[in-house]
């Protein structure tokens, strides 16, 4: 059998790099067609379907558009965690606490003026969010804790924090007995673009990603956080507050992520309700990893991820093929590019018989 | 059971790293039923000559036999059949696991695990070799001189017949040193070869039947234990005669103390006291591991002052370290250039910026293309190759990372440098520059110079200070020929008057 040697490459792989990503997620999609196959869906047909129910419509890139926003948002904050090799896994729960606080400001402030108003839910979004983002890295400067624990548990707790709410004091009187809020007012919806079904959140987006290149690229805690993530023993060598930004990078991380809460419950639903979980905080962290960090690549991602999300449902009207296939893929994606990595540092070599 | 024939011999053993050389023309005996002591500074080159030996390196050059018969070890499991076991200063043990499943760990061939048995040979195998420790104990649980004797535990059960000691006794206390030391003389009488790496003078004199002297990747000495009488004369043999090395030094005035340390106490130090005054080099000399490494960290702030006090340039340490200016102050310029110096996956250019972004910024924002500027002309300067503002750290030679490292520091214009090993692993023309550079600072500057080159202290400093078991035993003139000649006795921690 033919033997191979592992070599480290010398020389970086540049654009070329791109060729192995392709292979990896072609990977994936073979292995999903794999499964299609054992539930006796016809493969080729089935990943089709998939690409047509994403992609293939206005209406359906419309509706990836959309799933795409909370994404984005919830990957650009753990990124902000991540580049400093602190594991927010909770941006599920950041989620949440930020469309608990936008609530709470429509329910309580519903005739203010359009612009104050949706300023105010920003604000008690980011807040809510920040501080879910705040108390794990507290309890870790304090006492130690591992954020990716404490993070994850946190989700839990934000979501029956929201649960507890939409079934309790925040529960309309007039949805006979379903859990959800009212109705928010004219004033605290943020709208669509013209006639398309994408509502403006997708400007946020644009602005917010932009904002975060600067902050990595041009600004001094900008510089300190991917110094701190580099090495942690060096920046304390320089002078760098690494417990200061610790917390500051939760912060961050949380608010983004309630700024989406913010916009689905604005924007999506009108309202708040338990179904307005749906593991966007989850999947932004695949998404986070696929994109390396880098706020572009995260866009991208996300759009690609929502549309998977999108392309599942047609898969299970037309096919009948259950909707946790989707996750499946998103799974499989994942692994298959995390391996990828591999090649992209080491290549092989055929060991020649001496 | 000492035989003549040794076990393990190796001969001219070379190995370099990119222009340093790291082992040069080393020619080596081990014998079965003998303790080896290896002596040396850190980047003598003990590590590298080990590795080779344990299959993690390869030689550029030079032979190994193992009892007569030339071997090589491609990969570490050669060198594991040939008996050849090493005990490293990090243990390499699983934490949640018992110390019999440890010892088993990857040598059982069988499907089921048959814990009475396996505990009852370990149990076994520890009694032989006058070890107490309990085989179903959780490693979490241990103190290190247990997990070290695990370790040990662990390649006595692969039957190694040839052990490798990496500086055992750092990470153990004095009383569970001499436990390790009653072991070791067991297995040696057991006909097991031992080689003991260490930096302490007196373990070594009461331990080995050879001494072998490694320096600057030669083996400068070596000879039988019998032959040695004192710590003393070992540490004269160790740091060799000092040459005077050619450096421009002009007189500079001595002028106001830029560091005083009073009586600073804890964490390996008791009780030192010196001072720097700007315009002169104070060199610190000792065998590694009396009080140098806490030292540098209290001054450069890394930890704080347990006991006594530390003024820098006219203030206490914590006023001193709560508002840093990012120029004319303190410039340490650490041992460690990869983990602590430098980010090893950053540019050149940011690698530059982590300790001087203060003087490139304006409002929230960083100024970076005035900095490439900057450190593009540094660059030329310095002769740092290769001159590109994006490569990455790693990518860099010690000699050029280490120039990078200055170039930043005393673009600062420090008033205080603290220079640790500021040479180590450099090549000779890289460390001539080195040198240089820091004689002309002095003329801005305070130089705490901290290093275990005799001849490199005395070159460079004004007035040299010997360290011993955390203080300053004496503190001399670099002139003074006298108290020079008598560094050997001072750094063995002997009296002198």
């Known amino acids: 059998m033919q033997r191979f040697r592992i070599i480290k490459r010398q020389e970086r792989l540049g654009w070329r790099s791109c060729f192995i990503l392709l292979t990896a997620i072609a990977l994936a999609l073979l292995l999903s067609a794999v499964m299609l196959v054992m539930r006796g869906t016809p493969p080729v047909e089935g990943i089709l379907t998939l690409f047509k129910g994403a992609f293939g419509s206005r209406w359906a890139i419309e509706d990836s558009l959309i799933k795409a926003i909370p994404i984005f948002l919830c990957s650009l904050g753990v990124a902000t965690a991540f580049r400093l090799q602190i594991w927010n896994i909770g941006a599920e729960g950041q989620f949440a606490l930020g469309a608990i606080g936008a609530t709470w400001a429509a329910l309580t402030f519903p005739e203010l003026p359009k612009p104050v108003l949706l300023s105010m839910m920003i604000g008690a979004a980011c807040i809510a969010g920040g501080v879910w983002g705040m108390i794990p890295a507290i309890l870790r400067q304090r006492l130690g804790t591992n954020e990716i624990i404490v993070t994850l548990m946190m989700n839990y707790i934000a979501i029956l924090l929201l649960e507890y709410l939409v079934y309790g004091i925040w529960k309309d009187p007039a949805s006979y007995g379903f859990p959800m809020t009212p109705m928010f007012s004219e004033q605290a919806i943020v709208g669509k673009i013209g006639t398309s079904g994408v509502n403006s959140g997708i400007f946020h987006c644009l602005v917010l990603g932009v904002l975060f290149w600067i902050f990595f690229t041009f600004t001094r805690t900008g510089f300190e956080l991917k110094a701190s993530g580099d090495s942690v023993r060096a920046a304390r060598y320089a002078g760098i507050p690494y417990n200061y930004l610790v917390v500051l990078v939760m912060v961050l991380s949380g608010a983004l992520a309630g700024w989406a809460g913010f916009l689905e419950a604005s924007a999506t639903i009108n309202r708040l309700q338990p179904s307005i979980m749906v593991g966007y905080g989850y999947t932004a962290i695949v998404v986070a990893w696929l994109a390396r960090l880098n706020p572009l690549n995260i866009a991208i991602t996300s759009f690609l991820l929502a549309g998977l999300r999108v392309g599942v449902e047609s898969l299970q009207l037309d096919m009948q093929v259950p909707a946790a296939f989707g996750g499946m893929i998103e799974g499989l994606i994942l692994m298959t590019v995390l391996a990828s990595g591999f090649f992209v540092h080491y290549k092989m070599v055929p060991v020649r018989k001496q | ?497």
């Open chain 2, 1 to 497: 059971m000492a035989t003549a024939e040794p076990v393990i011999r190796l001969e001219g053993i070379s190995k370099s790293f990119g222009s340093v050389q790291a082992n040069q023309d080393i020619t080596l005996d081990v014998h079965q039923g003998r303790i080896l002591a290896l002596l040396g500074e850190n980047g003598a080159g003990k590590s590298t000559l080990m590795s080779i030996l344990a299959g993690q390196l390869q030689p550029d050059s030079g032979t190994i036999s193992h009892a007569g018969k030339p071997v090589v070890f491609t990969n570490t499991e050669k060198a594991i059949q040939s008996g050849i076991g090493m005990v490293y200063q990090h243990f390499k043990l699983v934490d949640a696991m018992t110390v019999a499943e440890n010892v088993f760990l990857g040598a059982s061939d069988s499907v089921w695990l048959r814990h009475k048995e396996m505990n009852t040979e370990v149990r076994q195998l520890a009694e032989k070799y006058g070890m107490s420790i309990d085989p179903e104990a959780v490693i979490a649980d241990l103190s290190m001189g247990e997990k070290q004797q695990v370790e040990i535990l662990k390649l006595l059960h692969r039957k190694s017949s040839i052990l490798i000691f990496d500086e055992p006794t750092a990470v153990l206390t004095p009383k569970e040193s001499e436990a390790l030391f009653a072991t070791m003389r067991q297995m040696v009488e057991m006909g097991t070869a031992i080689v003991f790496i260490s930096h302490k003078l007196e373990e070594v004199l009461s331990l080995a039947d050879d001494i072998a002297i490694l320096k600057r990747g030669r083996v400068i000495d070596q000879l039988p234990k019998k032959s040695v009488h004192s710590t003393a004369e070992l540490a004269r043999r160790m740091v060799g005669r000092a040459v005077l090395l050619e450096v421009d030094k002009e007189p500079v005035e001595p002028r106001q103390i830029v560091l005083k340390v009073s009586s600073l106490t804890g964490k390996g130090l008791k009780g030192a006291d010196f001072e720097v005054r700007q315009g002169e080099v104070f060199g610190i000399v000792g065998v590694a591991g009396n009080g140098q490494k806490p030292l540098v960290e209290t001054i450069c702030g890394l930890t704080s002052p347990k006991k006594g006090s530390v003024r820098i340039l006219g203030l206490e340490w914590k006023q001193f370290f709560s508002k840093q200016n990012w120029e004319q102050t303190l410039s340490y310029i650490p041992e460690d250039r990869q983990g602590l110096a430098t980010c090893p996956g950053l540019s050149l250019l940011d690698n530059f910026l982590l300790t001087t972004r203060g003087g490139f910024v304006r409002g929230p924002w960083l100024l970076k293309k005035r900095a490439g500027a900057t450190v593009n002309k540094l660059i030329n300067d310095f002769d740092i190759r290769p001159p590109d503002l994006d490569a990455l750290a790693w990518q860099l030679s010690g000699g050029n990372l280490q120039k990078m490292v200055l170039a930043r520091e005393f673009y600062r214009r420090p008033r205080l440098i603290v220079a640790e090993q500021p040479t180590q692993g450099l090549d000779i023309a890289a460390a001539e520059d080195v040198w240089n550079l820091l004689m002309k600072a002095r003329e801005q500057a305070g130089i705490l110079l901290v290093t275990g080159d005799l001849s490199e202290a005395l070159t460079l400093s004004d007035r040299i200070g010997v360290m011993y078991g955390g203080m300053l035993v004496e503190t001399f003139a670099a002139d003074d020929q006298e108290r020079i000649d008598k560094i050997p006795e001072m750094m063995a921690g002997l009296a002198t008057n």
